[in-house]
T-cell receptor
Framework: GQQVMQIPQYQHVQEGEDFTTYCNSS?????IQWYKQRPGGHPVFLIQ?????EVKKQKRLTFQFGEAKKNSSLHITATQTTDVGTYFC??????????FGTGTRLKVLA | DVKVTQSSRYLVKRTGEKVFLECVQD?????MFWYRQDPGLGLRLIYF???????EKGDIPEGYSVSREKKERFSLILESASTNQTSMYLC?????????????FGSGTRLTVV
Protein backbone atom coordinates (compact mmCIF):
# COMPACT_ATOMS: atom_id res chain seq x y z
CA GLY A 1 0.00 0.00 0.00
CA GLN A 2 0.87 3.61 -0.20
CA GLN A 3 3.51 4.82 2.22
CA VAL A 4 4.70 8.23 3.24
CA MET A 5 8.15 8.24 4.77
CA GLN A 6 9.84 11.10 6.55
CA ILE A 7 13.52 11.62 7.21
CA PRO A 8 15.15 12.12 9.53
CA GLN A 9 13.24 10.49 12.36
CA TYR A 10 14.98 12.72 14.91
CA GLN A 11 17.04 15.88 14.65
CA HIS A 12 18.84 17.84 17.32
CA VAL A 13 20.04 21.31 16.34
CA GLN A 14 21.62 24.22 18.14
CA GLU A 15 19.38 27.25 18.40
CA GLY A 16 20.01 29.41 15.36
CA GLU A 17 20.86 26.51 13.05
CA ASP A 18 18.68 25.58 10.12
CA PHE A 19 16.55 22.42 9.98
CA THR A 20 15.00 20.46 7.14
CA THR A 21 12.68 17.48 7.11
CA TYR A 22 11.82 15.52 3.99
CA CYS A 23 8.68 13.65 3.08
CA ASN A 24 8.69 10.98 0.37
CA SER A 25 5.74 9.14 -1.10
CA SER A 26 5.70 5.86 -2.98
CA UNK A 27 3.01 7.29 -5.27
CA UNK A 28 2.26 10.64 -6.89
CA UNK A 29 0.44 12.96 -4.53
CA UNK A 30 -2.42 15.24 -5.49
CA UNK A 31 -1.48 17.57 -2.66
CA ILE A 32 0.34 17.44 0.66
CA GLN A 33 -0.21 18.90 4.09
CA TRP A 34 2.11 19.64 6.99
CA TYR A 35 1.33 19.53 10.70
CA LYS A 36 3.23 20.44 13.85
CA GLN A 37 2.79 18.75 17.20
CA ARG A 38 4.34 20.42 20.23
CA PRO A 39 5.49 18.15 23.08
CA GLY A 40 2.43 17.10 25.04
CA GLY A 41 0.15 18.67 22.47
CA HIS A 42 -1.84 17.63 19.46
CA PRO A 43 -1.05 17.99 15.75
CA VAL A 44 -1.93 21.37 14.31
CA PHE A 45 -2.41 21.99 10.61
CA LEU A 46 0.28 24.28 9.14
CA ILE A 47 -0.15 24.37 5.37
CA GLN A 48 -1.29 22.61 2.23
CA UNK A 49 0.64 22.47 -1.05
CA UNK A 50 -1.15 21.64 -4.28
CA UNK A 51 0.90 22.56 -7.34
CA UNK A 52 3.98 20.86 -8.69
CA UNK A 53 7.08 22.78 -7.58
CA GLU A 54 5.06 25.00 -5.25
CA VAL A 55 6.93 26.91 -2.56
CA LYS A 56 5.18 28.59 0.34
CA LYS A 57 6.61 30.52 3.26
CA GLN A 58 5.38 31.16 6.77
CA LYS A 59 7.88 33.46 8.47
CA ARG A 60 10.97 31.25 9.02
CA LEU A 61 9.29 28.12 7.61
CA THR A 62 9.59 27.27 3.91
CA PHE A 63 7.50 24.46 2.43
CA GLN A 64 8.24 22.95 -0.95
CA PHE A 65 6.40 20.44 -3.13
CA GLY A 66 8.52 18.45 -5.57
CA GLU A 67 8.20 18.79 -9.30
CA ALA A 68 7.06 15.18 -9.60
CA LYS A 69 4.68 15.60 -6.64
CA LYS A 70 6.21 12.61 -4.88
CA ASN A 71 8.15 14.49 -2.23
CA SER A 72 8.01 17.57 -0.09
CA SER A 73 10.21 19.38 2.37
CA LEU A 74 9.90 21.73 5.32
CA HIS A 75 12.84 24.00 6.03
CA ILE A 76 13.16 26.13 9.15
CA THR A 77 15.66 28.97 9.07
CA ALA A 78 17.45 29.93 12.28
CA THR A 79 15.59 27.61 14.61
CA GLN A 80 14.22 28.82 17.92
CA THR A 81 13.22 26.88 21.02
CA THR A 82 9.60 27.44 20.05
CA ASP A 83 10.16 25.26 16.98
CA VAL A 84 10.54 22.15 19.15
CA GLY A 85 8.08 19.41 18.30
CA THR A 86 7.25 16.73 15.78
CA TYR A 87 6.52 17.68 12.20
CA PHE A 88 4.27 15.44 10.14
CA CYS A 89 3.46 15.47 6.48
CA UNK A 90 0.17 14.00 5.30
CA UNK A 91 -1.27 12.84 2.01
CA UNK A 92 -4.93 13.91 1.98
CA UNK A 93 -5.85 12.32 -1.31
CA UNK A 94 -7.70 9.33 0.15
CA UNK A 95 -11.47 9.28 -0.19
CA UNK A 96 -11.93 10.15 3.44
CA UNK A 97 -8.76 9.50 5.36
CA UNK A 98 -5.26 10.89 5.19
CA UNK A 99 -1.99 9.00 5.13
CA PHE A 100 0.33 10.53 7.71
CA GLY A 101 4.08 10.43 7.48
CA THR A 102 6.14 8.91 10.23
CA GLY A 103 7.10 12.33 11.62
CA THR A 104 10.36 14.10 12.39
CA ARG A 105 11.00 15.03 15.99
CA LEU A 106 12.96 18.27 16.32
CA LYS A 107 14.85 19.21 19.42
CA VAL A 108 16.42 22.65 19.67
CA LEU A 109 19.31 23.11 22.09
CA ALA A 110 19.59 26.57 23.59
CA ASP B 1 -11.93 28.90 20.15
CA VAL B 2 -12.05 25.15 20.83
CA LYS B 3 -13.46 23.24 17.84
CA VAL B 4 -12.78 19.56 18.61
CA THR B 5 -13.33 18.65 22.23
CA GLN B 6 -12.32 15.39 23.87
CA SER B 7 -14.08 14.68 27.11
CA SER B 8 -11.06 13.79 29.22
CA ARG B 9 -7.43 14.86 29.13
CA TYR B 10 -6.24 12.05 31.39
CA LEU B 11 -7.96 8.78 32.22
CA VAL B 12 -6.95 5.80 34.35
CA LYS B 13 -8.94 2.59 34.00
CA ARG B 14 -8.62 -0.95 35.22
CA THR B 15 -8.02 -3.97 33.01
CA GLY B 16 -11.29 -5.41 31.77
CA GLU B 17 -13.30 -2.21 32.19
CA LYS B 18 -15.41 -0.85 29.36
CA VAL B 19 -14.07 2.59 28.44
CA PHE B 20 -15.80 5.36 26.53
CA LEU B 21 -13.83 8.20 24.94
CA GLU B 22 -16.00 11.03 23.70
CA CYS B 23 -15.26 13.55 20.97
CA VAL B 24 -17.41 16.49 19.90
CA GLN B 25 -16.79 18.93 17.04
CA ASP B 26 -18.62 22.15 16.32
CA UNK B 27 -17.50 22.71 12.73
CA UNK B 28 -20.26 20.72 11.01
CA UNK B 29 -17.62 18.35 9.61
CA UNK B 30 -18.73 15.14 7.93
CA UNK B 31 -15.60 13.11 8.68
CA MET B 32 -14.37 12.13 12.11
CA PHE B 33 -11.44 9.98 13.12
CA TRP B 34 -9.88 8.23 16.07
CA TYR B 35 -6.12 7.76 16.20
CA ARG B 36 -3.79 6.42 18.80
CA GLN B 37 -0.28 7.72 19.13
CA ASP B 38 2.56 5.79 20.69
CA PRO B 39 6.26 6.69 20.82
CA GLY B 40 8.03 5.57 17.67
CA LEU B 41 4.82 4.39 15.98
CA GLY B 42 3.40 7.69 14.79
CA LEU B 43 -0.32 8.19 14.26
CA ARG B 44 -2.30 4.99 13.75
CA LEU B 45 -5.88 5.13 12.58
CA ILE B 46 -8.33 3.09 14.64
CA TYR B 47 -11.70 3.94 13.10
CA PHE B 48 -13.24 6.70 11.09
CA UNK B 49 -16.71 7.84 10.13
CA UNK B 50 -17.78 9.79 7.05
CA UNK B 51 -21.42 10.22 8.02
CA UNK B 52 -23.84 9.69 10.87
CA UNK B 53 -24.17 6.01 11.72
CA UNK B 54 -21.43 5.14 9.21
CA UNK B 55 -18.11 3.75 10.34
CA GLU B 56 -15.07 2.21 8.74
CA LYS B 57 -12.19 0.27 10.24
CA GLY B 58 -8.81 1.88 10.17
CA ASP B 59 -5.46 0.17 10.49
CA ILE B 60 -5.77 -1.12 14.07
CA PRO B 61 -9.47 -1.65 14.93
CA GLU B 62 -9.06 -4.76 17.08
CA GLY B 63 -10.30 -4.27 20.62
CA TYR B 64 -12.17 -1.08 19.74
CA SER B 65 -15.58 -0.06 18.50
CA VAL B 66 -17.12 3.32 17.67
CA SER B 67 -20.45 5.04 17.66
CA ARG B 68 -21.68 8.03 15.71
CA GLU B 69 -25.31 8.74 16.45
CA LYS B 70 -25.05 12.47 15.79
CA LYS B 71 -22.94 14.36 13.29
CA GLU B 72 -21.01 16.28 15.92
CA ARG B 73 -20.18 13.37 18.21
CA PHE B 74 -17.91 10.38 17.67
CA SER B 75 -17.28 7.95 20.49
CA LEU B 76 -14.51 5.39 20.83
CA ILE B 77 -15.26 2.35 22.94
CA LEU B 78 -12.76 -0.04 24.44
CA GLU B 79 -14.88 -3.12 25.05
CA SER B 80 -12.54 -4.64 27.64
CA ALA B 81 -9.55 -2.45 28.34
CA SER B 82 -6.13 -4.06 28.34
CA THR B 83 -2.74 -2.72 29.33
CA ASN B 84 -1.58 -2.63 25.70
CA GLN B 85 -4.26 -0.03 25.05
CA THR B 86 -2.45 2.44 27.26
CA SER B 87 -1.82 5.27 24.84
CA MET B 88 -2.60 8.80 23.73
CA TYR B 89 -5.90 8.88 21.83
CA LEU B 90 -6.53 11.67 19.38
CA CYS B 91 -9.83 12.55 17.78
CA UNK B 92 -9.89 14.57 14.55
CA UNK B 93 -12.44 15.91 12.12
CA UNK B 94 -12.37 17.17 8.56
CA UNK B 95 -14.87 18.55 6.10
CA UNK B 96 -15.58 17.60 2.52
CA UNK B 97 -15.48 19.65 -0.63
CA UNK B 98 -14.97 23.31 0.19
CA UNK B 99 -14.63 22.46 3.88
CA UNK B 100 -11.90 19.93 3.29
CA UNK B 101 -8.76 21.70 4.43
CA UNK B 102 -6.80 19.75 6.92
CA UNK B 103 -7.64 17.79 10.00
CA UNK B 104 -8.57 19.55 13.20
CA PHE B 105 -7.41 17.51 16.15
CA GLY B 106 -8.69 17.47 19.69
CA SER B 107 -6.30 17.92 22.61
CA GLY B 108 -6.05 14.18 23.15
CA THR B 109 -6.87 11.76 25.94
CA ARG B 110 -3.99 10.04 27.65
CA LEU B 111 -5.38 6.71 28.76
CA THR B 112 -3.60 4.49 31.24
CA VAL B 113 -4.89 0.97 31.80
CA VAL B 114 -3.68 -0.63 35.01
Amino acid sequence: GQQVMQIPQYQHVQEGEDFTTYCNSSTTLSNIQWYKQRPGGHPVFLIQLVKSGEVKKQKRLTFQFGEAKKNSSLHITATQTTDVGTYFCADPSGTYKYIFGTGTRLKVLA
Amino acid sequence: DVKVTQSSRYLVKRTGEKVFLECVQDMDHENMFWYRQDPGLGLRLIYFSYDVKMKEKGDIPEGYSVSREKKERFSLILESASTNQTSMYLCASSGQGALSYGYTFGSGTRLTVV
